[in-house]
C-alpha cells in the first residue's frame, strides 16, 4: 500500500518512491519505512538501496512525522546524521554524480555560517563533495576549495525545496531547485578527486560544529550519473 501527501509547501512524504531509479546509489528518506521506522525514539535510518550503509543521529537530530517523516535540526549541539563508511559504491573521483535534498531552510536563526544538506568524502583539496546554503542562502556547491554559487537567490524561506547538483565530471556541473534549472558553473582550478572518506553526513557541513543544517530535511539522494533537466524535474514531481 502507498500512502502519499502532497502539502501545500511542495514537499511529498510517501511510503514508496518513484523517483528514477537509473544509477541511483543511495537513497534516505524519512517518509519511506524501508529507510526511517517512525518512532519518537528513532535514532537510526537505512539506506534503502544498500542497507549495509547506515545513519545515526547526532546532537539534536530528531524524526518528526510531519509531512509524513521528516528529520528536524536545531542548527546547533552538532544536530546530523553521521553516515557509515561503507561508501566505496558512491561517485568518487572526478566521476559524474547527482546530489539531491529535499529540504526546508529555516528563515531565522541561520547565523552567519554556511549550512550543509548532505556530504561525502573527505577533508582535503577537491576530496569532498557537498551541497548546502551559504551564509546568504545561496544554493552552492563545496568540493573543498573547488567552489560554486549557483545563484545569488536567498532561499532561507521556510519552504520546501528539492536542491540539486548534477556533475558532468571535468569541472562541469549544473544547479537545480524545485525543478528548474539555475546554472550551469564551471568548478574552479582543477577536477574533483572525491574520495571514499569518513566526513559523509546529512545536514551537516564539514565536521561537526555550528555548521548543521538549520531546518527540516525528508530526503537525500545520489546518482552515479549526470541526471538531465527532464529527469530532476520527474523526481521533483514523484
Keep these: 500500500i502507498e500512502i502519499e501527501i502532497r502539502t501545500m509547501s511542495g514537499r511529498v512524504g510517501s511510503i514508496t518512491t518513484d523517483i528514477i531509479a537509473d544509477g541511483l546509489v543511495f537513497n534516505m528518506d524519512a517518509a519511506n519505512r524501508a529507510s526511517t521506522i517512525p518512532s519518537t525514539s528513532t535514532t ?31 542548527g546547533v549541539d552538532e544536530d546530523s546524521i553521521k553516515l557509515n563508511n561503507t561508501l566505496d559504491h558512491f561517485p568518487l573521483g572526478d566521476n ?9 531552510p529555516n528563515s531565522t536563526g541561520w547565523g552567519s555560517v554556511e549550512r550543509g544538506m548532505l556530504q561525502y568524502g573527505n577533508f582535503g583539496t577537491a576530496q569532498l563533495s557537498l551541497i548546502s546554503l551559504t551564509n546568504l542562502g545561496y544554493f552552492h556547491f563545496k568540493g573543498y576549495n573547488r567552489d560554486v554559487n549557483f545563484s545569488s537567490t536567498d532561499y532561507r524561506d521556510n519552504q520546501w525545496h528539492y536542491f540539486v547538483a548534477a556533475y558532468e565530471g ?8 524545485d525543478g528548474n534549472f539555475i546554472s550551469t558553473k564551471t ?3 582543477n577536477i574533483l578527486a572525491t574520495i571514499s572518506g569518513d566526513e559523509n553526513f ?9 555548521n548543521s543544517w538549520n531546518g527540516l530535511i525528508g530526503n537525500c539522494h545520489i546518482y552515479n550519473r549526470t541526471l538531465s533537466a527532464n529527469e530532476v524535474l520527474h523526481n521533483y514531481n514523484a
Design 187 to 189: 568548478i574552479p582550478n
Design 202 to 210: 546529512i545536514g551537516e557541513y564539514y565536521d561537526l560544529g555550528d
Design 44 to 74: 537510526t535510518c537505512k539506506d534503502t538501496i544498500n542497507l549495509s550503509v547506515s545513519g545515526s543521529f547526532l546532537g539534536g537530530c530528531e524524526f518528526s512525522s510531519e509531512n509524513n517523516g521528516v528529520w528536524t535540526f536545531d
Design 170 to 177: 571535468s569541472r562541469i556541473i549544473h544547479g537545480y531547485v
Design 96 to 104: 559524474a554524480r547527482t546530489m539531491c535534498a529535499w529540504a526546508k
